[in-house]
């Protein structure tokens, strides 16, 4: 039986050259008080033995910890993955938080907490006392949490603050929910809509208000009314259903409608086919999140691409590197795009007049 390849360590390194553990460390950690001369015979000695460095070894100089903490919300994100309804904002932030880190030499951890839990600080508490990071994440709705951003100001851990434009401590940053909003109902009013319903979030969140925003706001440029054309929903399928009915029992139903997630639009699919309307001949729909469901339907859903690994990719670039002040002119400010499918087309003549 073969026998096992015993694993080169940081201490195998210092044996090696005839040097301190910590003065590995800090050729590691390419600390500039080493000798040069200390510095080859260390990595000498790395390149003899093949010995590939560890966040263990890399935290022993005690200045950093290589690992970037990203928080997202416990009780929404433990709903999405027992439901199995096709969300992929986890999936994304991940790519793009993990494959940054990589490039920088760190890790990233991800920690469900509960934003409404009333020990939130005691939880937070214990997470970064174990992991000691040296950037957190915040993602909504705890990037507008007072009680966390409060936390980690006051400890002066950096952090990033996704889904915030709020004046204060972090680094704010948005996926330009607005200006989404906004391009997805230019383009309908483009196509030849003239009454465009929206389906908006949860008021938890602030981007859910900033996406009503964009939409009235290009409404209105082009000199349309909005009159009961947004129903407010929850970003659940059920909430969806229920703000379609309210924009279809309407005196004047829209031709269009968008909608602030990728669940209430399949809804808005659904219940459209179950009152006899077909999609797009009879309403178009837009969808927010274009997740891999939106692939799937009966049409395929037009909807507007969150950028959720490039901005997580940049939250981490901005916290490992501290950023220049041009990048980090508030907010940050990650613009998507929309993605055009079969669920969008013009209006029928009888429906725009």
């Given at each position: 039986?073969?026998?096992?390849?015993?694993?080169?360590?940081?201490?195998?390194?210092?044996?090696?050259?005839?040097?301190?553990?910590?003065?590995?460390?800090?050729?590691?950690?390419?600390?500039?008080?080493?000798?040069?001369?200390?510095?080859?015979?260390?990595?000498?000695?790395?390149?003899?033995?093949?010995?590939?460095?560890?966040?263990?070894?890399?935290?022993?100089?005690?200045?950093r910890s290589y690992l970037i903490l990203a928080i997202n919300d416990r009780e929404r994100t433990i709903a999405d993955w027992q439901t199995r309804q096709g969300t992929d904002w986890v999936d994304q932030m991940l790519f793009g938080g993990m494959l940054k880190c990589a490039e920088h030499g760190y890790r990233m951890i991800f920690e469900l907490v509960d934003t409404h839990n009333d020990h939130v600080e005691r939880e937070l508490g214990a997470t970064i006392a174990a992991l000691q990071p040296d950037g957190v994440i915040l993602t909504p709705?705890?990037?507008?949490?007072?009680?966390?951003?409060?936390?980690?100001?006051?400890?002066?851990?950096?952090?990033?603050?996704?889904?915030?434009?709020?004046?204060?401590?972090?680094?704010?940053?948005?996926?330009?929910?607005?200006?989404?909003?906004?391009?997805?109902?230019?383009?309908?009013?483009?196509?030849?809509?003239?009454?465009?319903?929206?389906?908006?979030?949860?008021?938890?969140?602030?981007?859910?208000?900033?996406?009503?925003?964009?939409?009235?706001?290009?409404?209105?440029?082009?000199?349309?009314?909005?009159?009961?054309?947004?129903?407010?929903?929850?970003?659940?399928?059920?909430?969806?259903?229920?703000?379609?009915?309210?924009?279809?029992?309407?005196?004047?139903?829209?031709?269009?409608?968008?909608?602030?997630?990728?669940?209430?639009?399949?809804?808005?699919?659904?219940?459209?086919?179950?009152?006899?309307?077909?999609?797009?001949?009879?309403?178009?729909?837009?969808?927010?999140?274009?997740?891999?469901?939106?692939?799937?339907?009966?049409?395929?859903?037009?909807?507007?691409?969150?950028?959720?690994?490039?901005?997580?990719?940049?939250?981490?670039?901005?916290?490992?590197?501290?950023?220049?002040?041009?990048?980090?002119?508030?907010?940050?400010?990650?613009?998507?795009?929309?993605?055009?499918?079969?669920?969008?087309?013009?209006?029928?003549?009888?429906?725009?007049?």
């Amino acid at each position: 039986m073969a026998r096992r390849r015993q694993a080169v360590t940081i201490k195998h390194v210092a044996a090696d050259a005839g040097v301190s553990l910590q003065t590995v460390s800090r050729v590691i950690n390419n600390e500039p008080n080493v000798r040069p001369v200390m510095k080859d015979r260390v990595q000498a000695s790395i390149d003899k033995l093949g010995y590939v460095p560890s966040i263990a070894a890399q935290r022993m100089s005690g200045s950093r910890s290589y690992l970037i903490l990203a928080i997202n919300d416990r009780e929404r994100t433990i709903a999405d993955w027992q439901t199995r309804q096709g969300t992929d904002w986890v999936d994304q932030m991940l790519f793009g938080g993990m494959l940054k880190c990589a490039e920088h030499g760190y890790r990233m951890i991800f920690e469900l907490v509960d934003t409404h839990n009333d020990h939130v600080e005691r939880e937070l508490g214990a997470t970064i006392a174990a992991l000691q990071p040296d950037g957190v994440i915040l993602t909504p709705p705890h990037s507008e949490n007072p009680l966390i951003t409060g936390f980690l100001a006051k400890r002066k851990i950096p952090f990033a603050r996704i889904g915030s434009i709020t004046a204060g401590p972090g680094i704010a940053m948005t996926m330009d929910d607005e200006g989404s909003a906004r391009r997805a109902t230019d383009y309908l009013i483009a196509t030849g809509h003239r009454h465009i319903g929206f389906i908006a979030g949860s008021n938890e969140y602030d981007l859910s208000n900033w996406r009503i925003d964009g939409w009235r706001k290009a409404m209105a440029a082009a000199g349309l009314a909005t009159d009961d054309l947004c129903v407010r929903g929850d970003f659940s399928y059920d909430s969806g259903v229920a703000a379609t009915h309210a924009l279809l029992d309407l005196q004047t139903p829209p031709t269009a409608i968008i909608a602030s997630n990728d669940q209430m639009t399949l809804a808005a699919l659904d219940t459209l086919g179950k009152r006899g309307l077909n999609v797009p001949d009879d309403v178009s729909l837009i969808s927010f999140d274009n997740t891999p469901v939106v692939r799937f339907t009966d049409p395929q859903l037009t909807a507007v691409d969150q950028p959720i690994a490039a901005t997580f990719s940049k939250a981490v670039e901005l916290l490992i590197t501290n950023g220049s002040a041009h990048e980090l002119q508030q907010p940050v400010v990650i613009v998507g795009s929309l993605v055009e499918r079969g669920s969008t087309a013009p209006p029928r003549c009888d429906a725009a007049n």
